[in-house]
């Protein structure tokens, strides 16, 4: 027997592993090996929220494989270096790993691939990430889809591409004899002083065990209704299964094919339920799909429109969004819940960063910034595509003329403001009539509820009639202006 790596990466599972399943089938005795590769920029370098899910994520990794008689190698560094240095320790025949789709990160792996193959290293790469990869999707004219619904339904969903059936991690993966790495708790990815993630761990179970419980949770109770609930912060009718999908915990055809068990075998879950969440799994491969073929989407305006916006800088504006203290109940509440628990309703995403961008006219990518680093389901094809398409400069974007009133997305979406009240205690003891808007409430309300504007709870940072105006006549300016350049 010889000797191999299998390299994890945003694959930090061993079922439905092909990278790890072809190591084990060569008949060679397997180093499974995780590189934190603190070379690459903060494009793409994990944010806090994100190294705190890691850290607990390799603990469970590394409990599962010691499980079945192996060990997790942790190095850190550059992984050319590191791979070159370990091949040649252990008399290593060949390298496995999955493959990413980041454009730093492609690029990167074709240098570690070439530098390999010149040291008589073989390289074997493998599907594991999405269900469709970038290049296998394409229109009539093999171009990439830019519109979502032509991509999921013309292209997906009638490309004869199989999705693969789940399969269970190898029972025994043979060990390499005197690898060693790091200690995991070196690489200081937990908060230390003051610890700001104490309300993640009530939450969420980071590994692959706890995707699958999540998965199951999920589906027991939120699968049925789920395509008119998804939209309502209050219930509990969304998966959360992105920080799962992001560290690759749990295969995007796992949670496919049980979803669609589920809809088959249990009464009350409708098709159309099945059907929805499948097609927001699309929008995740669709984002992909995007930053493959238009890697310039994490940095630059899709539509050079944008290039002509005159995008604020007020810093007091954008402080006062990241701390929930814009005086929207609704955005408040959201912002919070991002810093407490490292995620937030996607409807409220929504809605928060159509604030930002559109009320502050503050540039997106401030808002992604912020994302990235407070997300534990941050993701870099996720969120330049989201982030994009709200703002209206992205692929298949809302119209730049959608503008998300704050006070009537909480009104149809938290009716009876019980998301509100979770997350902006103050204003808990308000009616609903007044929770919306607080600053229409009279004197006597406000007292009452022990609310005092301007105090214990913020004014509106702007009023919303004026900033809707304002960004409408600032989006027209800048199209008229592109127009007449071109």
Known sequence: MGNVICWFRQ???LADNPALEAAVESGHRVLPLFIFDDTLDEQIHPGAASQWWLHHSLEALSADLANRGNKLVLKRGSPLALLLELAAEHAVEAIYWNRRYEPQLTERDQRIKSALGEQGIECHSSKAHLLFEPWEIRNQKGKPYRVFSQYWRKGCLNSGIDIPQPREAPATIP???????????????LPDNPNWATGFTPLWQPGEQGARARLEQF?????????????????????RLSPHFHWGEIAPWRAWHAVAAAGASRPGIAEKDVAHFHSEMGWREFSYHLLYHFPTLVTRNWKPMFDRFPWSDNAAQLRAWQQGQTG?????????????????????????????IKHLMIHWREGERWFWDTLVDA???????????VAGSGADAAPYFRI?????????FDPEGEYIRRWVP??????????????????????????????NY????????????????????AKAETEHAN
């Open 328 to 356: 929207y109940p609704l955005v408040d509440a959201g912002m919070r819940e991002l810093w407490a628990t490292g995620w937030m309703h996607n409807r409220v995403r929504m809605v928060v960063a159509s604030f930002l």
């Open 219 to 239: 589906i027991d109770d939120g699968l049925r209704d789920y395509k008119e609930l998804r939209n309502r912060p209050d219930l509990e009718h969304v998966s």
């Open 175 to 189: 060990a390499v004899s005197g690898a060693a790495g790091d200690r995991l708790e070196d690489w200081s990815l």
């Open 426 to 455: 103050e204003l808990a003891q308000l009616d609903n009539k007044s929770l919306f808007r607080p600053w229409e409430a009279d004197a006597g309300k406000l007292s009452a509820a022990g609310v005092k504007l301007g105090e």
């Open 379 to 389: 993701d870099q094809a996720n969120n330049s595509a989201s982030w994009q398409w």
């Open 404 to 412: 998300f009133n704050p006070i009537m997305q909480g009104e149809k």
């Open 458 to 477: 913020p004014e509106p940072i702007v009023d919303h009639f004026e900033a809707r105006e304002r960004a409408l006549a600032a989006y027209k300016a």
């Open 11 to 13: 694959d930090l599972r």
